[in-house]
């Protein structure tokens, strides 16, 4: 669905993944269509296994943003028999070895990673039980509940059985799978894949995705940062697991031979390209820690921080003949790599393997959004910015670094996505993309985004759910972008900061004629109240006299506060000169 639609709910016009680009060649919801095509061609008995991120995400009852409503699990909406969440490894190959012995399907009930539908009565004892698909329709604070408990129990260490009644059967999850060892993730990353398109696509075009893997590795899967609107706690889990150094090599010199290869490696990475080791040695025994992050707000104080072995690793890549340059750009976490007392790897990652811009994402720049991001705050994203730019300077480079941020997440109000516009004014930054808050399947930040409460403290949390705000706080944060004026200058007088709107230095956007109208019927409203009172006022002596200077003081003040800092206006003859001058401008 997130490959059919925009986060404003549009058709998009092409798709990455289809023959050509071209969109509208796969169904929406197609893990049910096709699920549901194979029983209707093959019988009921032909036995369907769902995988992949969207059975993953899909597994427990959820809301579906697209059709705004709680759908049951994608189990009972596809009629398939067994899901494989995480992925999923250990259970396609022991569930292929299990139906070959002559095993029925409906057997397998003991599976780690796995979850199935079952009459209510056969419920495995010893659950962790969610409200119902019912109660989470009827009730929100359920929902919210359902959430936390989902997330609680998703760790391969103290992780259980977690049960939740759909419409008449009972959906048990069994305990996530244990993460694969570095030789079993070497065997599976070095099997003897085509590492392209099927050759029926050529005709059309191939297939535009392959372009962003074609020549990259990845060294590493889970990511411990866990923020709450990412997928990947809930499908590859915290835990870290890596391939080896000795591996990763081989698939470098193996880049080298394809045909295509110009002699640079887009890409050494993962969830997050610098984690190569657990954030500490407490989860390797006890799991990691329930409701709590390693990174945010704070670093943990037990987190261990080290880029040893993966710069080791691009040292030795950077070595091979035919590589003239290896880049990372599946993402760094900045938070972590401030925390390293070494600053090796930072000044090679900035030497080396930088391709002039650097996307990081700090998101936003409010305490409150990042909070309930699970983000680090601000003051992380500084830090590393000063440290960035000294570095870059040192070396006789410039590079850049290209934030990612989001709009319209659940705890941003219009002050919060003006505070994130004044922020990005003060370090001139002008964000070419924004990313509104896109609601997706199985997120923390969904189930905010649904209930509008937070699921671990269950308090109320503010959600932009209108066209019209959501609009606001993405236009704000290109408030530099002549079309985005009016809506800005909408959403300055909504959060109550004219002051922002004007000609002085700190200002966002400039004023238009719409605002001096407003302004001059906000001065007449002002000026009749004035007069009203002094109407009510006795008229004579010394009560009229100080009326009547009430009244000069009062409208010297709207002037005042029309023309502040250089600000907003107060009559059509200076918005015309601004005008001109803005018109003057663009001919030059």
């Not at 509208?24 to 029983?39: E, H, L, M, T």
């Not at 500490?280 to 945010?296: D, E």
């Not at 509008?452 to 706080?473: F, I, N």
Request: glycine letters at 6%; charged letters at 30%; proline letters at 5%.
């Amino acid at each position: 669905m997130v490959a059919h639609y925009t986060a404003a709910k549009k058709k998009r016009s092409d798709d990455a993944y289809t023959a050509g680009g071209k969109a509208g060649k796969r169904p929406d919801r197609a893990a049910i269509v096709y699920s549901k095509a194979v029983k209707r061609i093959y019988g009921d008995d032909m036995p369907v296994a769902l995988g992949g991120l969207e059975a993953s995400l899909r597994r427990f009852a959820h809301y579906d943003y697209w059709d705004d409503a709680v759908r049951p699990s994608v189990l009972e909406d596809s009629g398939a028999d067994l899901l494989m969440y995480g992925m999923s490894e250990h259970q396609i190959v022991e569930i292929c070895n299990r139906l070959a012995k002559g095993e029925n399907i409906h057997d397998l009930r003991d599976i780690r990673g796995t979850a199935y539908l079952c009459d209510p009565k056969d419920t495995p004892l010893g659950a962790a039980e969610c409200p119902s698909l019912a109660l989470c329709r009827e009730n929100k604070e359920e929902y919210a509940k359902a959430c936390k408990i989902q997330y609680d129990w998703q760790d391969e260490v103290y992780g259980k059985t977690v049960i939740q009644r759909q419409t008449s059967k009972m959906l048990v999850q069994l305990p996530p799978a244990l993460s694969l060892t570095t030789p079993e993730l070497d065997h599976v990353y070095e099997l003897p894949y085509m590492r392209t398109y099927h050759p029926i696509y050529e005709a059309e075009g191939g297939v535009p995705g392959i372009k962003e893997v074609e020549f990259s590795i990845t060294h590493n899967r889970g990511c411990f940062g866990n923020c709450n609107f990412c997928s990947i706690a809930l499908h590859q889990g915290r835990r870290i697991s890596v391939r080896s150094k000795e591996s990763i090599l081989r698939e470098a010199k193996l880049l080298t031979t394809l045909p295509n290869f110009k002699g640079y490696i887009h890409d050494v990475g993962g969830p997050t390209a610098n984690f190569r080791a657990p954030s500490c040695t407490h989860q390797l025994k006890y799991g990691l820690c329930k409701g709590r992050k390693c990174l945010a707000p704070e670093p943990c104080k037990n987190l261990e921080v080290n880029h040893e072995e993966y710069l080791d690793i691009l040292r030795e890549i950077r070595k091979i003949k035919g590589v003239k340059r290896v880049f990372i750009r599946s993402g760094i976490r900045y938070d972590y790599l401030i925390e390293d007392e070494n600053d090796e790897f930072m000044r090679e990652l900035i030497e080396y393997h930088v391709s002039g811009q650097l996307k990081v994402a700090p998101e936003h720049c409010s305490a409150a959004v990042l909070d309930m991001m699970g983000k680090p705050h601000i003051e992380a994203y500084r830090k590393f910015q000063d440290k960035f730019y000294k570095m870059t300077g040192q070396i006789g480079k410039e590079q850049y670094l290209v934030p990612y941020l989001m709009s319209s997440h659940p705890g941003s109000t219009l002050k919060e996505a003006v505070e994130l516009a004044q922020f990005l004014k003060s370090l001139k930054m002008r964000p070419e993309q924004v990313q509104d808050f896109y609601p997706t399947p199985g997120t923390i930040s969904t189930c905010m985004f649904y209930t509008e409460l937070d699921p671990y403290t269950m308090k109320k949390v503010y959600v932009p759910k209108t066209a019209e705000e959501k609009g606001m706080q993405r236009a704000l944060l290109q408030y530099f972008k002549p079309e985005n004026r009016r809506r800005c200058i909408e959403a300055l007088i909504k959060a109550h900061r004219t002051d922002l709107i004007g000609m002085g230095k700190d200002c966002l956007v400039k004023p238009d004629e719409q605002y001096s109208a407003y302004l001059r019927e906000k001065a007449a409203k002002q000026q009749s109240g004035k007069g009203s009172q002094a109407h009510n006022k006795p008229a004579h002596g010394k009560a009229h006299n100080n009326n009547s200077a009430n009244r000069h003081q009062a409208n010297n003040s709207v002037r005042g506060s029309l023309y502040a800092s250089g600000s907003p206006l107060a009559s059509k003859g200076r918005n015309d000169r601004w005008q001109k001058e803005d018109q003057r401008k663009k001919k030059h």
